[in-house]
């Protein structure tokens, strides 16, 4: 059973290890595997490959029913921002990659503002399997991939975590208030093992539909730069 277990994920592990040493953003796929890899401790590269494997072990889950491809993450591992966006669209599903459409474009766009990209913060999304025609994913799934999350977050153990919307919002700090009310706002969390500060922003796609909101997240970005200053974190350029 192990056996049969090890092999079928053989080739996700290796997909991981790909994307996780190797990675750097850019929109043409054939210059996406060409940098320098990350220095990432091999205790935490384990860790994330057995979360891999126990997040493609899930069983009765119309998420993964209907999806081509598990979207676990992108970016460093060793970061110290860590992003939550909410679930994959077509274009993750199909490269397994998260926040690589247009809302991606977006996100990376906003990143690079305040000096920030794939090299130097890590994403990850509130489900790993693509919802059926982009719907938003239910309570219940949100639920049930909850453990993975936290388990996630507990092994980057970032110091600053953006909660992208609604769906990340609500999955990790409750839903008492709305995304306009809570966002830009800085609060201490434990999650799991892990005590971060954490903020919660507009999502991407949000933006791109009220791009009068823009304004609002450039104050949560900037946020984000001066807390970055504030805790003395080196990011890597
Ligand atoms: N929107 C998300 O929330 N996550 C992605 O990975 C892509 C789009």
Same mark, same amino acid.
């Given at each position: 059973?192990?056996?049969?277990?090890?092999?079928?994920?053989?080739?996700?592990?290796?997909?991981?290890?790909?994307?996780?040493?190797?990675?750097?953003?850019?929109?043409?796929?054939?210059?996406?595997?060409?940098?320098?890899?990350?220095?990432?401790?091999?205790?935490?590269?384990?860790?994330?490959?057995?979360?891999?494997?126990?997040?493609?072990?899930?069983?009765?889950?119309?998420?993964?029913?209907?999806?081509?491809?598990?979207?676990?993450?992108?970016?460093?591992?060793?970061?110290?921002v860590?992003?939550?966006?909410?679930?994959?669209?077509?274009?993750?599903?199909?490269?397994?990659?998260?926040?690589?459409?247009?809302?991606?474009?977006?996100?990376? &766009?906003m990143l690079?503002s305040i000096n920030l990209?794939?090299?130097?913060?890590?994403?990850?999304?509130?489900?790993?399997?693509?919802?059926?025609?982009?719907?938003?994913?239910?309570?219940?799934?949100?639920?049930?991939?909850?453990?993975?999350?936290?388990?996630?977050?507990?092994?980057?153990?970032?110091?600053i975590?953006?909660?992208?919307?609604?769906?990340?919002?609500?999955?990790?700090?409750?839903?008492?208030?709305?995304?306009? &009310?809570?966002?830009?706002?800085?609060?201490?969390?434990?999650?799991?093992?892990? &005590?971060?500060?954490?903020?919660?922003?507009?999502?991407?796609?949000?933006?791109?539909?009220?791009?009068?909101?823009?304004?609002?997240?450039w104050i949560d970005l900037k946020m984000i730069r001066k807390k970055l200053f504030d805790l003395?974190t080196?990011i890597?350029?």
């Amino acid at each position: 059973m192990t056996k049969k277990i090890n092999n079928k994920f053989a080739k996700l592990v290796k997909y991981y290890n790909l994307i996780n040493y190797n990675l750097v953003y850019n929109n043409q796929s054939i210059n996406r595997y060409n940098k320098k890899p990350f220095a990432t401790n091999k205790k935490k590269l384990e860790k994330l490959e057995k979360l891999i494997i126990t997040i493609s072990s899930i069983k009765n889950c119309e998420l993964k029913k209907n999806a081509n491809n598990l979207v676990f993450a992108d970016g460093n591992p060793d970061a110290s921002v860590m992003i939550i966006g909410e679930g994959p669209g077509a274009n993750e599903d199909k490269e397994g990659l998260p926040f690589v459409g247009r809302a991606g474009q977006l996100l990376d &766009k906003m990143l690079n503002s305040i000096n920030l990209n794939r090299q130097n913060v890590y994403i990850s999304n509130v489900v790993n399997y693509r919802p059926p025609m982009n719907r938003k994913p239910s309570e219940e799934e949100i639920k049930r991939y909850l453990p993975f999350l936290t388990k996630h977050i507990e092994i980057i153990n970032p110091k600053i975590l953006v909660l992208l919307g609604s769906t990340a919002l609500n999955a990790i700090i409750g839903n008492q208030e709305v995304i306009s &009310k809570a966002r830009g706002k800085w609060t201490q969390k434990q999650i799991g093992l892990c &005590k971060t500060e954490v903020i919660a922003s507009f999502h991407p796609a949000f933006l791109m539909r009220q791009p009068d909101q823009k304004k609002l997240a450039w104050i949560d970005l900037k946020m984000i730069r001066k807390k970055l200053f504030d805790l003395k974190t080196k990011i890597e350029t």
